[in-house]
């Protein structure tokens, strides 16, 4: 069974629809009557940790319990490169914030 984030609007994340999209996929229009929805992602994770379905991961967030082999992948990831998080210069720049921003930039370099 599937583990769906419900949200009230179309996300900008990829959801199941869009996921079976990409790769051309057909799910049969019964399969879908044992699914689960949560409204929250850490729900979410929380019932595939529970061994209740199977969820969308996102990078960044599912990481570390993948690398622990509390989640394992089910499938081929989706790339998004237009998605992602965005870091976006000060109005009025600090030498705090070229810190912070000089370490976040070298965090995430780190982890790719």
């Known amino acids: 069974r599937l583990i769906h984030l419900d ?21 049969d229009a019964h399969a879908g009557q044992g699914d689960i929805s949560f409204n929250t992602y850490s729900l979410v994770v ?6 209740q379905g199977v969820a969308l991961g996102w990078m960044g ?10 989640l394992v992948e089910a499938g081929p990831p989706l790339e998004a490169p237009d998605r992602g998080y965005w870091l976006i210069p000060a ?3 600090s030498a705090h914030n ?11 370099r780190g982890n790719v």
Do not use: N
């Open 46 to 51: 929380q019932a595939a940790l529970s061994e």
């Open 91 to 93: 109005r009025s720049p």
């Open 98 to 108: 070229e810190r912070l921003s000089a370490w976040l930039v070298d965090e995430v």
């Open 7 to 27: 949200t009230p609007m179309p996300p900008p994340w990829f959801d199941w629809r869009r996921y079976f999209t990409e790769f051309s996929a057909v799910r």
């Open 61 to 70: 967030l599912v990481d570390t319990l993948l690398s622990a082999r509390m």
